[in-house]
């Protein structure tokens, strides 16, 4: 063989090597490129189970923590939260009537004077805290003057009847005069004492009276005085009212009941008047149902009488009036601010160890301020009564925060 063609076939082999071995390099790069594929396919398909994995812990640890607030003591405190004890307690059925307040009109008094005259002192004034004989007023009356004028003569006529009878009953016991004359003498002592009696009477009858021709109006009884229409030197009779007395102590509750709830309202059922502009509310009994019905509303006017010693009752408030119609006892009852809606249930919050938690209960009949709990609380579980919108507002804000 030649030299070249000797090289001629080398270059061949040569040739032939290197196609072959890029060839075998290629399908090791693309095996090696598929396999660090795959690994990074698994590491990211790894990974990705572990962030759901997590996600999955994270949503189990927030379903925990679901309707649960975690509060110190000083927290609680600081939110101005109350706590109330679920128990038993007697609740009643009630209806709600629209009422006000009114005078007690048997403890009101018109005060008029009996004798006309002038007005020479007015010594009480509107709004004043009268007590019982004290003096409203004082007039000079003419009329006094001659009733007192009156009396005074009777009196001395009688005196003198009395002399006469007397010396008149001697001389005929020793029959120095008839008897006529004695019978005649003892009629005119009988007939004096009359008129001083009479005279007595009339003076009586224009109630106390000052020295000279003073007339004083009095208080009746304790009271208030609610209305005054004197002014000194004012002329004033008997048809003039002077004075409008009434007992504050005690006043009444009115309300109108139509035909169809009058079998619910007798007398003696109790009410609870409440008053939102007062904040307050006060037991009473109804003692009048009135047997005719009103032109206007048709409807029959029902009053309570009501004790109000402080004076916050005053007449003209407008109060709302439940009438307790059934008494029973409920086995869980806790006050109706302990209600809350949260997530569209309704829930107390119930004390833990941590602070609150949000139960989810049934709510029953009402009461006076009061609620029945058939469902989903204890007896005897304290829950949040004053306060209880403040928690709900921070669990609600909880919720928030895990949602973003």
Avoid: C
């Avoid at 004798?115 to 003096?135: C, S, T």
Wanted: charged residues 20%.
């Amino acid at each position: 063989m030649t030299n070249p063609r000797k090289v001629a076939l080398l270059v061949a082999a040569i040739a032939a090597l290197g196609l072959g071995g890029l060839a075998w390099t290629g399908n090791l790069g693309q095996a090696s490129n598929a396999q660090a594929r795959h690994d990074d396919h698994g590491e990211d398909s790894h990974g990705h189970g572990s962030e759901k994995a997590a996600e999955g812990h994270a949503e189990e640890g927030h379903g925990e923590e679901e309707g649960q607030l975690h509060l110190s003591i000083a927290q609680i405190e600081a939110a101005g939260v109350q706590l109330a004890a679920a128990g038993p307690r007697e609740l009643g059925t009630a209806f709600s009537f629209p009422g006000e307040i009114r005078f007690d009109e048997d403890r009101t008094a018109h005060v008029v004077p009996r004798v006309p005259g002038v007005v020479e002192a007015v010594q009480a004034e509107l709004g004043q805290a009268v007590k019982r004989g004290q003096v409203l007023a004082v007039i000079a009356s003419q009329q006094i003057s001659d009733l007192r004028s009156e009396q005074q003569a009777a009196q001395r006529r009688l005196e003198l009847a009395r002399l006469t009878f007397q010396r008149e009953q001697q001389l005929w016991q020793e029959r120095i005069s008839a008897e006529q004359d004695y019978l005649q003498a003892r009629q005119v002592l009988q007939e004096a004492e009359i008129a001083l009696a009479n005279a007595r009477q009339k003076v009586a009858a224009v109630g106390p009276a000052g020295a000279g021709n003073r007339y004083e109006l009095r208080a009746p009884f304790d009271a208030v005085v609610v209305e005054k229409h004197l002014t000194v030197g004012e002329v004033v009779d008997e048809t003039s009212n002077a004075f409008t007395l009434s007992d504050l102590s005690r006043v009444w509750a009115t309300f109108a009941v139509a035909p169809r709830d009058l079998d619910k309202v007798v007398t003696g059922r109790n009410v609870t008047v409440s008053a939102p502009d007062l904040g307050a509310q006060v037991e009473g009994k109804v003692n009048y149902v009135g047997s005719l019905l009103g032109e206007q509303n048709r409807a029959a006017t029902v009053r309570a009488t009501l004790a109000n010693p402080n004076g916050a009752w005053r007449p003209g408030l407008f109060v709302n009036i439940a009438v307790s119609v059934e008494r029973f006892n409920a086995a869980v009852v806790v006050p109706e601010s302990a209600l809350q809606t949260w997530e569209e249930q309704t829930v107390v919050f119930a004390r833990t160890e941590e602070g609150f938690e949000a139960r989810p209960v049934k709510a029953g009949r009402r009461d006076a301020g009061h609620v029945e709990i058939t469902s989903g609380l204890a007896a005897g579980t304290q829950v949040a009564a004053a306060g209880s919108f403040v928690l709900k507002s921070e669990l609600g804000k909880g919720s928030a925060e895990h949602s973003h």
